[in-house]
């Protein structure tokens, strides 16, 4: 029986390219988004090239969206191996002119997202060979530019969630990772220029496959001594130490 796969945030960029990643490797991958036109493209895309994807419309804010993607999920597939948590927005605007309502609306969507669907497929993971949580983190949980409270707020609270998750859900045999993207080009690649990868250690800036290939390492059951971490992966950017002259 193939393991199946929920990603969110999967229409686009960076879970755009770990559903496509999952499908390849043989899952069954659930793509849910809010964005039917792009998700329904890239679903219709993978089955046409013989892949087993299937695309959920959800609203990763709105909690009974949460309940119906696990549940239609399961029964269509008949249970849960592994779900990715990448759906996010960024906003970034003066913390004294941050609303209330715009701050709610990034830690729901982003954060309690997280928790929430965690919670809601646990029961469904249990006992399952490999079973396993990621959830898609930032570089800016641990630096920041301004204006981004809201933002470095729910990414922050990401890496703490997954250790305790990973802790909470050890019992249940699911191990829980995040990863932390540094400056990944989720656009078109050729339009970086020279300077935007000479800045980072490893010679270039980061494509969303390299982030894919991470999930799948992560989700290895023969990688189930790794749990409770955050995977950095950003091209040795936050290692760098940068002085003015």
Known sequence: MKSTVIVTGAANGIGKAIATA???????????????????????????????????????????DLKVLVRETADLYGGIHA????????????PLELTVENWDRILN?????????????????????????INIASTRAIMSEKNSEAYAAS?????ALT?????????????????????????EYATLRDIDHEQHPSGRVGRP?????????????????????????????TRKMIYEH
């Open 83 to 94: 779900l990715i948590n990448n759906a996010g927005v960024s906003e970034f605007e003066s």
């Open 209 to 237: 496959s390299d982030i894919a290939r991470a999930c799948l390492f992560l989700t290895d059951p023969e990688n189930d001594f790794i749990t409770g971490e955050n995977l950095v992966i950003d091209g040795g950017m």
């Open 109 to 133: 969507t982003n954060l309690r997202s997280c928790f929430l669907l965690s919670r809601e497929a646990a029961p469904l993971m249990k006992g399952r060979h490999g079973a396993s949580i």
């Open 22 to 64: 999952y499908a390849e490797a043989g899952w069954n991958t659930v793509l849910a988004d809010i964005d039917a036109a792009h998700g329904s493209s890239c679903a219709s895309g993978l089955t046409d090239a013989g892949y087993s994807a299937k695309f959920m419309q959800c609203d990763v804010s709105v909690p009974d």
């Open 155 to 159: 990414k922050g609270g990401i890496v």
């Open 163 to 187: 250790h305790a998750l990973a802790l909470s859900l050890s019992d249940l045999g699911i191990r829980v990772n995040c990863i932390s993207p540094g400056w990944i080009k989720t656009g």
